[in-house]
């Protein structure tokens, strides 16, 4: 189905729509967004305004009432939604795993469907415990309730990247958990990415989450209309409106800070092992908290030496702006 490649493929979603029965308005109105192979694309908005709904749609576990789903260029409404499903990884919040299989018989159900003989899959189970980080010999047999919060969302997500699908749909899969645990999974989610370049939309009401995964972010109103389509650095620099201003709140400067790397900057001078040290794939943001806690205005990292000026200049703020102003 869509591709014999694992990588991404193009998600297309043209005027869909969705009215439940019985509803005054439809849940999703008349949304049209193109998800481009291999990007992790974020739905933000506030709680009922239709987020699930769209994403259940792409797997057809919502049929939608009009409109076109295109994953690959194929038609995702002609095609048998069981089949589907088998192609599309999906993670939600409540996890959703069978609490009287063991994680090993969790993560390997649908490729047992897809009919993998035994060997491959207790392979592909080993394979993925190891990337979400959970030691096979320790977790293979355990049964869900025997881990915690945090491990059963790893669970969840190894199970969703268990047939190597090139689209993947994560409904809030992390909101479950504490915020450090939370943390701790989209760090290591956001590596997973960047080495499996999957097609991803991921749903969240957190626009700091949003920011942190997202090549690009669709910020959403009521209904699911698309308030701002574009990359987190594009939104934070210039937010379409009152309504995306206010996902972005006071420290809009502070987050793209988050978003460039001490390497982005072109060094005003050669490393200098007398000023406080950073790594080049530090952020701005760390770097700027290096400054300020060692009363400085420069830094050095092994490509070069950072100057508070620079670091201001990258995210076009006056420089009076990121200390006083914003902090
Ligand atoms: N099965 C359903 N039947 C009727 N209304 C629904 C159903 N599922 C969701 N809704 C309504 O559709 C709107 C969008 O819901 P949902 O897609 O779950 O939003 P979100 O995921 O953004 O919180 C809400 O008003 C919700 O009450
Ligand atoms: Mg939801």
New binding site residues.
């Given amino acids: 189905m869509f591709d014999r490649d694992t990588e991404g493929v193009r998600i297309e979603l043209r005027s869909l729509t969705k009215h ?1 029965p ?2 005054p308005a439809p ?2 109105d008349d949304v049209t967004l193109d998800i481009p192979a291999g990007e992790l694309v974020v739905l933000v ?10 994403m259940k749609m792409i797997n057809r576990l919502v049929e939608p009432s009009s409109g076109e789903i295109r994953i690959g260029g194929q038609d995702v409404l002609g095609l048998n939604p069981d089949q589907l499903r088998r192609h599309i990884g999906y993670a939600i919040q409540q996890v959703g795993l069978f609490p009287h299989q063991t994680v090993a018989q969790n993560i390997g159900l649908v490729p047992k469907l897809l009919g993998w003989s035994a060997d491959r899959i207790n392979a592909r189970v080993e394979e993925l415990l190891s990337l979400v980080s959970l030691e096979p010999s320790l977790f293979r047999d355990r049964y869900p309730r025997q881990l915690s919060g945090g491990q059963q969302q790893r669970v969840g997500v190894a199970r969703a990247l268990a047939a190597d699908p090139p689209v993947m749909l994560m ?1 809030e899969p992390f909101g479950a958990t504490d915020p450090i645990t939370r943390e701790h999974l989209q760090n290591e989610f956001a590596r997973l990415q960047k080495q499996l370049r999957k097609t991803i939309i991921f ?1 969240t ?1 957190d626009f700091e989450e949003a920011i942190k995964l997202g090549d690009r972010i669709a910020i959403l109103r009521e209904r699911s209309h698309i308030a701002q389509y574009d990359t987190p650095a594009a939104i934070l620099a210039a937010p379409a409106d009152d309504y995306v201003a206010g996902f972005i709140g006071q420290d809009g400067t502070l987050k793209r800070l988050a978003l460039l790397s001490v390497a982005d900057v072109t060094p005003a001078l050669p490393p200098d092992t007398r000023l406080p040290q950073v790594s080049a794939d530090a952020s701005l943001r760390e770097a700027l908290d290096l400054m300020l806690s060692h009363g400085t205005d420069k830094c050095s990292s092994p490509t070069g030496v950072l100057t508070y000026a620079s670091l201001c200049e990258a995210v076009g703020a006056p420089a009076e702006a990121v200390v006083s102003g914003d902090r």
Avoid: W
């Fill in positions: 439940y019985g509803q849940a999703v908005g506030p709680s009922g305004c239709g987020k699930t709904t769209t409904d749903v009401h």
